[in-house]
Nanobody, 115 residues
Framework: QVQLVESGGGLVQAGGSLRLACAASGIIISSKSTGWFRQAPGKQRDWVAGITSGDRTIYVDSVEGRFTISRDNAKNTVYLQMNSLKPEDTGVYYC?????????WGKGTLVTVSS
């Protein structure tokens, strides 16, 4: 059974940093594409960043240069380092792993950025 558990969210002032972690079990994430999504209050869930099995990283324009996605294969964990946070980065952050046609989701971690 695949499980993804996000952690690292919290309350931070604008300009601050947080590092989110997504610990996976039941699946080897080094061979999969993994992404981070966020859902702001009252809005749809949007893709933020991704890392492929070949370690290629991609970002939505709004976080390019501020966020960094990475993976620790030994820990089977994906991270999202978030710097220079803005109030508009507020939301629940979810990680997702694609395994064939199935996308597995974690339950999310809340990030609140105060102005």
């Amino acid at each position: 059974q695949v499980q993804l558990v996000e952690s690292g969210g919290g309350l931070v002032q604008a300009g601050g940093s947080l590092r989110l972690a997504c610990a996976a079990s039941g699946i080897i994430i080094s061979s999969k594409s993994t992404g981070w999504f966020r859902q702001a209050p009252g809005k749809q869930r949007d893709w933020v960043a991704g890392i492929t099995s070949g370690d290629r990283t991609i970002y939505v324009d709004s976080v390019e240069g501020r966020f960094t996605i990475s993976r620790d294969n030994a820990k089977n964990t994906v991270y999202l380092q978030m710097n220079s946070l803005k109030p508009e980065d507020t939301g629940v952050y979810y990680c997702a792993v694609d395994s064939g046609p199935v996308r597995h989701w974690g339950k999310g971690t809340l990030v609140t950025v105060s102005s």
